[in-house]
């Protein structure tokens, strides 16, 4: 089980993809279906979509 939030490091959520198991610590655990990565020039935004349909963002 991989945990995200904003101390993980880069080459760690670069790494994740579909069929990982993640967790966010509070209250969003499972594995991950979809993978978005948003740039806006300050912070790139991760978007973890789990298979559940609920969403981990991380930005770093």
């Known amino acids: 089980m991989i945990r995200l939030n904003e101390d993980t490091p880069l080459d760690v959520l670069n ?4 069929g990982n198991f993640v967790t966010d610590t509070f209250s969003k655990t499972g594995i991950v279906d979809e993978v978005k990565i948003d740039d806006d ?20």
């Open 15 to 18: 790494e994740i993809k579909k």
């Open 41 to 60: 020039g300050l912070y790139r935004i991760y978007h973890f979509i789990l298979v559940t349909g609920r969403v981990i963002t991380v930005k770093r």
